[in-house]
Every structure is written in C-alpha cells, then in structure tokens.
C-alpha cells in the first residue's frame, strides 16, 4: 500500500498545481491525505460511473483529469450531480483527485502526448506559462506534408473518431497544425493568426468563434472535447504505474455523451 500523500507529491511533481488556470479546480478535491491505497482508478471523467466502477472494484483513489466540481458548492443532496457523487464518494472511502489544466499546461503533458499521437515535430507551445517558456497553452508543430483529405482520414483512425467536423476552407496540403485540446478558447486567436498553420485541431467549437476562424481563414477541425482528450486515461495509468508499481491501476475509458446520427 502507499499513503495518499505520496501519490499527491508525485502528481504535483508531474504536473505543478500552480500551472493551472485561475477558473480551475485540480489538486485534491475529496479525501484523507493519510489514506492507505491499494487500488486507484483512472478517469477522464469523475462522474457518477467512474465513483460506482471505482466502489465496485473497491478502489480507494479516482483520479480524473476533469474535476467534478469547479465552483462553490452549497448543497450536497442526490438532487444535483455534485451532490449524488460526493455522497457516494463519501460512503465508500474514495478520494478524489483531479489534474486538469495544469496537465494540459505542463511540458509533457496531454497536449504535448496528442502532438506526439498526430506525429507532430518542432512542437512549441502558442501560449507560454509565466513558469517557464516549455509550458503553456496550446502546440505547434509540422509534419511532413500530406493531403488535407488523407490527414483526416488519419486523424479520425488515430483518434477512434467516426465522425468530425471542420471549419473554413480546407487547404490541398497540412504542414504546420495547431493544437488545442479540450475546449477552444478564443484568446489564443491572435497568437493563432500570428503562426498561420494550415490546421487547427481544437474541440467544443462554439458558433460564433467558428465563423470568426473561418473569417480569418484559419481551418480548424473540431474533433470533440472527449475525442481530443480520452487518451488522458491511458497515459495517467501508465505513469502512475511506472513510479508505483505497487498499486493496481484500473482504467476507466468512459464514452462521449455525444451521439450522432448521420444517416
């Protein structure tokens, strides 16, 4: 067994709690720093699922990259999501423990691992951390040069997608791509109209910032806020594995709860 504060360290080490975003809510969320854990679950999601699959495994420890709670919670009922989830964390000795955006943010981190996924080389990051230039927000890399339709259909196969929408006119050949996991955030456009990559590859597009990448001519396929960052779950349990090779990991892969129906 180890003690739930030796997992903490490790997982500050890995990804510096200060390297989050001012909005975000990672570090410990719910547990006894002194616990014993034998069995850790690993998540991209927190969610109702991933706590009743980590109770029926008898794990002791959920680590998520998404926290489940991001604001100030005044009622802990089984009327609200919150609630229903902290409740059974509660009564089944499970800590919770998120590494969101400083994960994200970090060299190395989730938004290096889907560069390295799309092949990406001369990664730099757009937006640099105030903790150093090998952090930040946001990548951009090149690949050697391939057909727009040909990346695509790469792309959906690398990321298990059947589905993906894109936005603008789309270029006869990539290089340069830009990457942003998880959700777009507009404050990256100038550094975006700064670089000009033939491709941006985001996630949770919204309507008008759609229209302005397209206004400004950039391309951008949004390939979902799941599918740019489920492979979150397979990177946390290996590392995790490697500097603990005592604990038992268990994956939980989760679902988009996005559907769609093309037919």
Known sequence: ???LNQILSYLNEL???TLQETYDNSGLILGNPETLISKVLVCLDADCSAVKKASDLNCQLVISHHPPIFQA???FTDETFEGRLLTLAIKNNIALYSIHTNFDS??????DLLC???GLFNIKVIKPSPAGQEHGIGRYGTINPKSSREFITNLKNLLNLSVIRSVGKMPETITSIAVYNGSYDREIIYELERLKPDL???GDLKYHDAQELSDKEIFTIDA???GTEKHFVEAMTDLVKEKFTQLDIIKHEGTDVFHYHID
């Open 1 to 3: 067994m180890v003690k």
């Open 15 to 17: 990804a510096p709690l």
């Open 73 to 75: 919670v005044r009622v």
């Open 106 to 111: 970090v060299s190395g981190g989730l938004a």
């Open 116 to 118: 390295k996924k799309i």
């Open 200 to 202: 941006l590859i985001t």
């Open 224 to 226: 979902g806020h799941f």
